[in-house]
């Protein structure tokens, strides 16, 4: 690896397996051709697709600690240190500790000089004695509890197969090119060498959703301030910039499959969902309302071989199917329900294997699989089969499902709770089957937040935390392999991993949309990941003790904000965009909410 050339490193393989939590470090057996970051991701995006992808092996563990000259922050996004506002509050945290030492000490002494006889000194001496012996065994047990809290649920990790240095050699002589891109996306090293390239800087408002198109050439985005942007990413401008029609937050836009880029589909709070119809020449033609839901819509769900058919979900439980190519597009497929209750949803998303199956999620802890051909909401509501972990079925928490997604084979369903961790069931088992796997540490409280998978062939699973970082757990063994600081506006909500190269795209609070790509020169070493997921599982638990204090607070921030929106949404009444036509007929049985509670807000204010 060489440093003075600016030059980035692709890692090998070879490590013990590390403890939950801990910072790792790597040792490079071989050194890669010299190439420069941006030539190197070019060259990945110029090698044919295809064949299996494998991982890289293992990285070494063991905290190393830096010597002298040695002290640059490896996780850094752009060349500053990373956690350098983690680390100033433990050493705010450790002097204040230390001050509180010195009080103490200090009225100690006080008291003994002060103390009337010797029996009274002896006396007090055993009590603060006793009492400090206390509050030292309970933080002993704490401690102890959220250790293994922390080391529960995991695996081992497993030696990766993928290797740099072979693989690039036999790219170079032409000997399976095919494999090389998803190898080289599969890979533990690159993932653990991911840092920020850089931003797209264009919206107002918290950027809700992000998308790339099939080729991985564009990006849309769609934010509060009710704008869609198509960016050009590799060269960091927008292409087009157009009024999305919408009269509240965008929460989706998304390019149809084999359209040629030329349809997007978009759904919002205010229950619509809308098509625009984009030109060769970059401009929008017109936007259109092909169906609305009473209740925000949260979700679509594509089907990836259809460029005209996708699917929608709103608050208002109700799915609709929606057809392009009908004079009448949207047509209710089921109404969700437990038992007779209405269930509001928040996720949707498509069996890609079988394009029949779609699975819901939303406001109770069940995750719901339907089939298109036949859903009688006589039998079981029209219910095929449900997925909840075991420990919840019964709880009396109030537990939401904010997104779900399937693998990219479709044998698996990877599913986010809000302050709750995130499962991955596998399709394939029976109805009321319990969860393969467990990944935690994160905090999804604040918002609807996404998760999804990371990986040609779903390695990973990545997701945003309301403490502003991205977590990117090892699917297998449930292990956290990268840790980034992803949002100063303190909650990360969506994460786009590209299509076709090794790196991701995400958003949030912040007004803007950030680019990773693994051109660090040294792997992560997970610096003060455990004392922040300990952090946010202290938050999670005091939480969920007030939960109905909490939920009078979201739902006066709710009130404000309407209050505050009220006036602006007034003047924009009228303002359809060109060719706005009202093509949807929502069903009758569809509930009367107009709009999302308090624990439905998408976008909390920043």
């Not at 109805?431 to 779903?458: E, I, L, M, Q, W």
């Not at 680019?515 to 946010?536: C, F, I, S």
């Not at 009220?566 to 706005?580: I, L, M, V």
Request: proline share 4%.
């Amino acid at each position: 690896m060489s440093d003075t050339d600016g030059k980035a490193s692709v890692p090998n393989d070879g490590s013990d397996n590390p403890e939950p939590g801990e910072g790792r470090g790597e040792t490079d057996e071989s050194a890669v051709p010299e190439a420069h970051s941006s030539t190197k991701l070019a060259n990945l995006s110029s090698a044919p697709e295809g064949g299996e992808g494998g991982q890289d092996r293992l990285m070494e563990d063991s905290e190393q600690k830096q010597g002298p000259g040695e002290d640059e922050d490896t996780d850094s996004m752009d060349g500053s240190g990373l956690f350098s506002l983690t680390e100033d509050r433990e050493r705010e945290s450790e002097g204040g500790g230390q001050r509180e030492r010195g009080k103490d000490e200090g009225s100690r002494s006080s008291r003994k000089r002060n103390r009337p006889s010797e029996g009274a000194t002896h006396h007090s001496s055993s009590s603060d004695d006793d009492d400090d012996e206390e509050e030292e065994e309970v933080e002993g047990e704490d401690e102890q509890t959220m250790e293994a809290w922390l080391g529960a649920d995991l695996c081992d990790l497993s030696r990766p197969s993928w290797r740099a240095v072979p693989s690039l050699r036999a790219r170079e002589i032409g000997r399976d090119s095919r494999q090389f891109v998803k190898g080289v996306c599969g890979a533990r090293g690159l993932v653990q060498r991911l840092e920020l390239q850089g931003r797209l800087e264009r919206h107002t408002g918290c950027v809700n959703t992000l998308h790339f198109n099939p080729s991985g050439t564009r990006l849309a985005s769609a934010s509060d301030d009710l704008r869609v942007v198509i960016w050009d990413w590799a060269r960091r401008r927008a292409e087009l910039e157009f009024d999305s029609g919408h009269k509240s937050n965008v929460f989706q836009a998304k390019f149809l499959p084999h359209s040629g880029d030329s349809t997007l589909a978009m759904c919002a709070r205010d229950g619509q969902i809308r098509v625009a119809e984009l030109s060769a020449t970059q401009r929008c033609k017109n936007t259109k309302r092909v169906a609305q839901h009473k209740g925000a819509a949260h979700k679509l769900a594509l089907e990836p071989d259809s460029p005209c058919s996708f699917l929608s979900a709103g608050e208002d439980a109700v799915v609709f199917g929606i057809d392009l190519r009908l004079d009448r597009p949207a047509t209710k497929l089921v109404v969700v329900k437990e038992g007779e209750k209405k269930v509001g949803l928040y996720t949707i998303f498509v069996n890609p294997a079988n394009t029949h199956h779609f699975a819901v999620g939303g406001r109770d802890q069940y995750v719901r699989i339907y089939d298109q051909r036949k859903i009688n909401e006589n039998d079981n509501n029209g219910v095929l089969k449900k997925f909840c972990p075991s420990h919840l079925v019964s709880s009396e928490s109030k537990t939401n499902i904010t997104c779900l997604v399937y693998s990219h084979d479709g044998t698996e369903l990877l599913t986010s709770y809000n302050d709750e961790d995130i499962y991955l069931f596998d399709s394939s088992h029976s109805d009321g089957a319990d969860y393969r796997r467990r990944y935690k540490g994160h905090r999804n409280n604040a918002t609807v937040k996404g998760v999804n998978f990371y990986g040609p062939c779903s390695e990973f699973v990545v997701s945003g935390s309301d403490c502003g970082h991205i977590y990117l757990w090892d699917k297998n063994s449930a292990r956290v392999v990268q840790f980034m600081e992803g949002d100063r506006g303190g909650v990360v909500n969506c994460l786009e991993p590209h299509p076709h190269l090794p790196g991701l795209a995400t958003s949030g609070l912040d007004h803007d949309v950030k680019l990773w790509a693994p051109t660090a020169e040294n792997p992560t070493a997970l610096k003060g990941l455990k004392e922040v997921m300990k952090k946010n599982k202290r938050e999670r638990d005091e939480d969920s003790v007030r939960h109905g204090d909490q939920y009078d607070t979201q739902l006066l921030w709710f009130l404000m904000r309407h209050m505050r929106n009220r006036r602006p949404q007034r003047a924009r009444r009228g303002e359809g965009g060109e060719g706005d036509t009202d093509e949807s007929w929502s069903s009758p049985d569809s509930s009367d909410e107009e709009d999302g509670g308090p624990d439905h807000v998408q976008c909390m204010s920043s």
